[in-house]
């Protein structure tokens, strides 16, 4: 499971990191034949110690000694002593380096998968963007990438590493002490894998809960944020409050279960090894009962084995316990490179390059279809010809279609069906940048940033790269200007957020003006004057006259009195186009669209 899991894993977000992991495995290989050595010169330091003469008189002792002239057992027996004392430094120098390595390894590859949703939620397509609610988009971008790098991928390498370490150990028990070092072998593996599975029903729970309680967190956070005004008035605080504490509490009791088990190994691993030695040391006496010295330095061997052994096993259980609580959000990680489609991203450098487009003629949309869901078209068969200069009007009903059209022609939504022209240039995919960059869009609620009225204009512009004479140029056409000329910094001033700051019919000017900044040829209103009260309304459609000639201007209204002024109106119903004309003449004709005008309040 693991293994299928992270091999998974590692085609959809590793490949590029396969040498890296083959590299640790080879350092911890080296790591491991350094252990080797140094418990290794435990054994023959213990009998020079006891018993020199096992040692002297074998040929390799005298190979060494003779040709480096040391015949000195005393130092000799220090020499082994020290040798094994400095092999144990160095390895644990190494082994500081390596982790520290290792950790930056994880970090970077954190990053790397961090950054690939953030682009994807940033540069994919404005369709595909939609089927991921805002608060999974944060806890994917800030907690879940992170939980399986450090809990799943960091221990799954943690295994690999102290499995090597382990089996290089048990090798050296298995050629000094063969049978002693297979049943322990066969033991602890079967030791283990009870323990995994009685701690693999615990925790496989909480990685589910993990998940959907962090979500629900978030959810609920920004549920209540969102709709603060809508809380205080309707007098819920208390709802959410109690919503928030009572995931609160899951989430925590969750995450204290998680840590506790992987804390717990440690005492059960002690347990095991206590068991181990009996099992060595009875072992041993059985085999060489007559021979002291070699029992007494078995033991070094076993003590110096079983030490090494323990915490490896320690952090191979406690790797196992994270890997089965963070096995679901791995899991949901590999879905959603499956569901994310992240190689259908806009290239950024691509819009980059692309000039903006000419509009001289017309922009004719052709036999558009679209739909968001299966069978259920809401967009049909639809024609339409905007000439440059034109100031078009759009009504309908709510759920007409109306907002879905304005999304179509500024790109956001690619048709199932149907052709857009501009100036006989076809738009594709690719062209639609250029057609945006003509575009200046206003929508029925602004979003404010916290800072100044320019930042505000000319938004997504680096502080250092805004015009501030382009941007009073756009706040004198929203007819802000005069209002920002009351602060002493001028455009410069920082905009009051919140209720007390600007009026509706400011913001609205404001979005205006945003979308002025960058001097756009055709202008897109969606209902953008329907929350202003009628005298304001009034005098934002007033500003329009300025433009008209001017630029094309596309005006979505549910009330009318916006659209007095417009050339031609197109009045939408399910998605189809029932009937096209002036002001008078299409309301001479429907009785819709003159109920629409009696409550607008237009004289005509
Ligand atoms: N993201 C979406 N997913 C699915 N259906 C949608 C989505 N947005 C809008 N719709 C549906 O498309 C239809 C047209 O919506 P819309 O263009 O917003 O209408 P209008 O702006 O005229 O009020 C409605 O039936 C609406 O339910
Ligand atoms: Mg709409």
């Known amino acids: 499971m693991i293994y299928k899991n992270f091999k998974l ?57 003779e040709n480096l002239h040391l015949n000195n057992v005393g130092i000799n027996t220090f020499l082994i002593g020290f040798g094994a004392i400095l092999i144990f430094v160095l390895k644990n120098i190494y082994m500081m380096g390596t982790i520290y390595f290792q950790n930056k390894f994880i970090v970077s590859w954190k990053n790397d998968i961090t950054s690939k949703f953030m682009r994807y939620y940033l540069y994919a397509s404005y369709k595909n963007n939609m089927q991921t609610p805002a608060s999974e988009k944060i806890y994917n971008l800030t907690i879940l990438i992170g939980q399986v790098l450090d809990g799943y991928v960091l221990r799954t390498l943690n295994i690999i590493i102290n499995t090597i370490v382990i089996g290089i150990i048990l090798l050296l028990l298995l050629i000094k002490l063969p049978l002693t070092a297979i049943i322990t072998s066969i033991f602890l593996y079967f030791a283990m894998k009870l323990q995994n599975k009685f701690f693999k029903n615990k925790t496989n729970s909480i990685s589910a809960e993990i998940a959907r309680t962090s979500v629900d967190n978030n959810n609920i956070i920004i549920e209540c944020i969102e709709n603060f005004k809508e809380v205080k008035i309707l007098g819920i605080e208390n709802y959410f409050f109690k919503r928030f504490q009572t995931n609160q509490e899951k989430y925590n009791q969750t995450m204290l279960e998680n840590n506790y088990y992987t804390l717990i190994p440690p005492y059960i691993i002690e347990t095991l090894i206590v068991i181990t030695f009996i099992i060595f040391a009875l072992i041993i006496t059985l085999q060489n009962l007559s021979d002291t010295t070699k029992i007494l330095a078995s033991y070094g061997l076993v003590v110096m084995a079983i030490f090494r052994i323990a915490p490896a096993l320690n952090r191979i259980q406690s790797a196992f316990n994270q890997i089965n609580t963070t096995k679901r959000l791995m899991e949901k990680l590999n879905e959603y490179a499956k569901t994310y489609k992240f190689e259908e991203q806009d290239l950024p450098d691509l819009e980059a390059q692309l000039p903006p487009l000419e509009f001289k003629k017309s922009l004719i949309l052709e036999g558009i279809n679209f739909q968001y869901k299966e069978n259920k078209p809401v967009i049909k068969n639809l024609n339409l010809e905007i000439r440059a200069g034109e100031f078009i009007g759009i009504i309908g009903d709510s759920g007409a279609g109306k907002s879905t059209l304005a999304e179509i022609i500024m790109g956001l939504l690619p048709v199932d069906y149907g052709n857009i022209t501009l100036d006989d240039i076809f738009i594709n995919q690719r062209n639609f940048f250029s057609l945006r960059k003509i575009i200046g869009y206003v929508p029925q609620n602004i979003n404010l940033v916290d800072g100044s009225f320019a930042k505000n204009v000319a938004w997504g512009i680096e502080e250092e790269e805004i015009d501030y004479k382009k941007v009073e140029i756009a706040l004198k056409k929203a007819q802000l200007w005069e209002y920002v000329e009351t602060f002493e910094e001028k455009s410069k001033a920082k905009v009051i957020l919140g209720s007390n700051g600007l009026s509706q019919g400011q913001k609205q000017r404001l979005a205006i003006a945003r979308a002025l900044y960058r001097n756009p040829k055709i202008l897109i209103f969606d209902e953008a004057t329907s929350s202003l009260d009628l005298k304001t309304e009034n005098e934002v459609t007033e500003m329009l006259k300025e433009f008209k000639g001017k630029k094309t201007i596309i005006a979505i209204a549910h009330r009318l009195s916006t659209l007095k002024m417009c050339d031609r109106i197109v009045y939408i119903k399910n998605g189809e186009i029932i009937d096209t004309g002036t002001f008078k003449e299409l309301s001479a004709l429907y009785k819709e669209i003159e109920y629409l005008i009696r409550i607008s309040n237009i004289k005509n």
């Open 9 to 65: 894993f590692l085609d959809n977000y590793g490949k590029d990191k396969l040498s890296k992991i083959y590299f640790f495995i080879f350092l911890s290989i080296i790591a491991g034949c350094m252990e080797f050595i140094g418990i290794a010169l435990i054994y023959p330091f213990i009998l020079m110690i006891i018993n020199p003469e096992t040692i002297t008189n074998t040929e390799l002792y005298t190979l060494i000694t």
